[in-house]
Antibody
Framework: EVQLVESGGGLVQPGGSLRLSCAAS????????MNWVRQAPGKGLEWVSL????????SYADSVKGRFTISRDNAKNSLYLQMDSLRDEDTAVYYC????????WGQGTLVTVSS | DVVMAQSPLSLPVTLGQPASISCKSS???????????LNWFQQRPGQSPRRLIY???NRDSGVPDRFSGSGSGIDFTLKISRVEAEDVGVYYC?????????FGQGTKLEIK
């Protein structure tokens, strides 16, 4: 069974940093692209970032480019999102999702940016 | 960016009746490999999104056959043949053809 479990969310002040993790199981992690997708409270879904299977190519939404960094450790079956220079508008539930077409999602982790 | 316009944004439906959601993209979703990467997701209250349909019309494993997807080019539709109580939630279309990946605004389905 495919499982994706996010962690690392919490309350952080504007300008601060946070690192999210996504632990994958039930499939060969190193075979799949992975995404981060977020959902602000009461709002719709917004794609944030994607990394290829090898970890050599990344893509970002303009809203996070230069502030967020996606990475992965295939030996640990884990996906990461380093979030720096956080803003109020980054407050959201962050989901990891498997492959570009997002066939599987985790349960999400809440990031709250507030002073 | 490719804009995905869903309609309606709110969809009250009587149990057992059909429902239909439209999704129109601002440009063709046909990829260079010939595939059309248009997906549909369901998000029940308090839950994560779940993919129902991929590449326009392919149902994911475990998705009831009352859900169907159709369309081509820039015009797509999700249909539910007979709405059940468990179908309440928000439905999103998403294009996986162009960068950045983009979602529709969501359609909230409720029971009348």
């Amino acid at each position: 069974e495919v499982q994706l479990v996010e962690s690392g969310g919490g309350l952080v002040q504007p300008g601060g940093s946070l690192r999210l993790s996504c632990a994958a199981s039930g499939f060969t992690f190193s075979d799949f692209q992975m995404n981060w997708v977020r959902q602000a409270p009461g709002k719709g879904l917004e794609w944030v970032s994607l990394i290829n299977a090898a970890g050599s190519t990344t893509s970002y939404a303009d809203s996070v480019k230069g502030r967020f960094t996606i990475s992965r450790d295939n030996a640990k079956n884990s996906l990461y999102l380093q979030m720096d220079s956080l803003r109020d508008e980054d407050t959201a539930v962050y989901y990891c999702a498997r492959e570009r077409q997002m066939g599987y999602w985790g349960q999400g982790t809440l990031v709250t940016v507030s002073s | 960016d490719v804009v995905m316009a869903q309609s309606p944004l709110s969809l009250p439906v009587t149990l057992g009746q059909p429902a239909s959601i439209s999704c129109k993209s601002s440009q063709s979703l046909v990829y260079s490999d010939g595939n059309t990467y248009l997906n549909w997701f369901q998000q029940r209250p308090g839950q994560s999104p779940r993919r129902l349909i991929y590449k326009v019309s392919n149902r994911d494993s475990g998705v009831p056959d009352r859900f169907s997807g159709s369309g081509s080019g820039i015009d797509f539709t999700l249909k539910i043949s007979r709405v059940e109580a468990e179908d309440v939630g928000v439905y999103y279309c998403m294009q996986g053809t162009h960068w950045p990946l983009t979602f529709g605004q969501g359609t909230k389905l409720e029971i009348k």
